[in-house]
């Protein structure tokens, strides 16, 4: 099973926004609601942000917005803010089991 | 609150085997989670390793199935990692974490050991 796909890197400026893809197949992704993301910081572990595409955990802010369309799910960060520079990775529910994880993306808060 | 904590050798030497355990505290291992390992080479992404249910049933990623097992011991609350044959391309971070049954996601994780592989 290869990895979903995501662009390297995604940039954008305080208060602005930005999305992140994730795309994958009719097996992964596109079959199932189970996609998440995580936030990654330098030298710690991810955080969950984002479950079953757009359902956000306790404590995360609604800034975070996740949606899917086919075999493509997408990660918005609105009003971008200096602490959400970071990596972030997408995951998806693969069948039989197994979880797949995307390739990761820099976030930058120019 | 649940705490996830890895433990074991930071330097494995190349075709022998890696054995990682995590201690859960906070919460019980006979839950109705999956507890699993993620890796994550230096500056790369990550990649799912496998997970196991406290009965013992485990899922595998099918590219490194050949080479994993992972055990659980309830009475210690604790899961086991093993990965044989291995080459410096399995180094990494390897993270232990829970995986919710339901909406089969990462919800904890531990805070990753750094395993290299090295003569």
């Known amino acids: 099973q290869s990895a979903l796909t995501q662009p390297p890197s995604a940039s954008g400026s305080p208060g602005q926004s930005v999305t992140i893809s994730c795309t994958g197949t009719s097996s992964d992704v596109g079959g199932y609601k189970y996609v998440s993301w995580y936030q990654q910081d330098p030298g710690k572990a991810p955080k969950l942000i984002i479950y079953?595409?757009?359902k956000r955990p306790s404590g995360v802010p609604d800034r975070f917005s996740g949606s899917k369309s086919g075999n493509t799910a997408s990660l918005t960060v609105s009003g971008l803010q200096a602490e959400d520079e970071a990596d972030y990775y997408c995951?998806?529910?693969?069948?039989?089991?197994?979880?797949?994880f995307g390739t990761g993306t820099k976030v930058t808060v120019l | 609150q649940l705490q996830l904590q890895e433990s074991g050798p930071g330097l494995v030497k190349p075709s022998e085997t890696l054995s990682l355990t995590c201690t859960v505290s906070g919460g019980s291992i006979s839950s109705s989670y999956y507890w699993g390992w993620i890796r994550q080479p230096p500056g790369k992404g990550l990649e799912w390793i496998g997970s196991?249910?406290?009965?013992?049933?485990?899922y595998y990623n099918p590219s490194l199935k050949s080479r994993v097992t992972i055990s659980v011991d309830t009475s210690k609350s604790h899961f086991s990692l093993n990965l044989s044959s291995v080459t410096a391309s399995d180094t990494a971070v390897y993270y232990c974490?829970?995986?919710?049954?339901?909406?089969?996601?990462?919800?904890?994780w531990g805070q990753g050991t750094l395993v290299t592989v090295s003569s």
């Open positions: 079953e595409v757009s």
């Open positions: 196991i249910y406290y009965t013992g049933s485990t």
């Open positions: 995951s998806s529910y693969a069948g039989s089991n197994n979880m797949i």
């Open positions: 974490a829970r995986r919710s049954v339901t909406t089969v996601t990462i919800d904890y």
